[in-house]
């Protein structure tokens, strides 16, 4: 008796031990192949810890319409609608995978009849009619860990397409963020193109006095008229512009066309242009397209697991029971009863080649999401490295811009005064205010570019999103 229970008690152990192993390697994050710098090439900020992506977008974001369109499109935009769908369906996948572990029951029921001719075996001649009401039960005994791979799997898709949608959060806030500056930069360009009109309108009103008083030719007038229909043909074309970009704004918000409301003038925009980035290695855990391409690499690794589990035997308990008779009424009576359990023990033999197949099928595709995640770390460092040039460049590309500006200012005038002297030619005229013309409109195509490259660099950075809480922050709205 000590013996039979040794053995038995054996078995459970073996059972056991198999049941808390997994086939396939376990899933180990894997270093990129270049090592993580300890601090930003291109940056002149101290590299600690504390980084510009450690704050709010409402606090990189001052102007308070902006906000609100943000606030707007967090709420309505169809991509994030999207994205949260896509988050759904996957949970509903990993809950129906969960359901993999637990027996499957099912009712059934059965009436029928049965004709009989056979003398031979001793039967009466005739049709039997027969009801059958039970349950059958199936459970496959996870000894291999097929379906704890499984689940790994589709946990790390759930994962996976949960960072997903914080992508999706952080471009949407951030194109918001572009698109109305690009906004305010067409308003800012339309009041520039206007004031060249009025320009042009009173060079031409100076040409056409002195062809009048025999001081100049027909050709100044000409000139003049030409360069006041070009100025006005500009003003309509960045009026289109600023058409198309609320329209593109609107489909951000998630809204159909119509107007979108404006805040601060782009020049009163204030964003920092010292921005600390913070560690490096940081970065890793901030970027949700890194995370995301960890946690799809991950998926990709149980995979192999699944695959290899799926070459040995599947076991699985079976069983049914219920009630069987000839007449309706008797089902529940006794001595109608029946059931049966039984192991079931299925193992792959002429499919053995096609199941290690689809285990070099998991391999390649686990080494290609290796590959991809270590393509997007090496953007994500790309992305920041040039972000940072390309804020501190337009900062000194603005200095320039805001010194030439006012030195053509200075030039028109003295262009003018010249020409009406009659020192000067209408042409020089002419060429100071459009250079002049050229440089504010340059100047103000360079504010917007140097706060778009502090938002995109933002975004970069992974900013916006609190690695305690784990969620992007958002303000109360305003009363």
Known sequence: MFRTFSRRLGLSLVALVLAACAAGPNFKPSPINTAVPERWRDSTISTQDSSYANLAWWEVLGDTTLQQLVRIALRENRDLRIALANVNEARARLGIQRLEFLPQINVTGTAGSVNVNDTLLGLRTGSYGFFELGATLSWELDLFGRLRRLNESAKASLLATEFGRRGVIMTVVGDVARAYLELRDLDQQTIIAESMVDTR???????????????????????????????????????????????????????????????????????????????????????????????????????????????????????????????????????????????????????????????????????????????????????????????????????????????????????????????????????????????????????????????????????????????????????
């Open 201 to 479: 309108r009173q060079s031409l009103d100076l040409a056409r006095s002195r062809f009048e008083g025999g001081l100049t030719s027909e050709l100044d007038v000409r000139q003049g008229e030409s360069e006041l229909a070009k100025a006005e043909g500009r003003v309509a074309n960045i009026r289109l512009q600023a058409s198309e970009k609320e329209q593109e704004l609107n489909v951000l918000l998630g809204r159909m066309p119509g107007a979108v409301p404006r805040g601060a003038a782009l020049i009163n925009q204030n964003f920092r242009t010292a921005i600390p980035p913070g560690l490096p290695s940081a970065l890793l855990q901030r970027r949700p397209d890194v995370r995301e391409a960890e946690q799809l690499m991950r998926s990709a690794n149980a995979m192999i697991g699944a695959a290899i589990a799926a070459r040995f035997p599947t076991i699985s308990l079976t069983g049914a029971g219920g009630s069987r008779t000839d007449q309706i009424e008797n089902l529940f009576k006794a001595g109608t009863g029946f059931w049966h359990l039984a192991t079931n023990v299925l193992l792959p033999i002429i499919n053995s080649g096609r199941s290690g197949k689809q285990v070099q099928v998991e391999r390649a595709r686990t080494e290609a999401s290796v590959a991809r995640y270590d393509a997007v770390v090496l953007n994500a460092f790309r992305e920041v490295e040039n972000g940072l040039v390309e804020v501190q460049q337009l900062q000194i590309e603005v200095g320039a811009s805001v010194r030439q500006v006012a030195a053509a200012r200075r030039a028109v005038v003295l262009a003018a005064d010249r020409y009406q002297g009659g020192v000067d030619s209408y042409t020089t005229l002419l060429d100071a205010q459009r250079v002049l013309g050229d440089a504010e409109l340059g100047e103000s195509s360079l504010q917007r570019q140097q706060r778009v490259a502090v938002v995109q660099l933002y975004r970069a950075l992974g900013g916006g999103w609190d690695p305690v809480t784990d969620s992007l922050s958002v303000p109360h709205p305003p009363r």
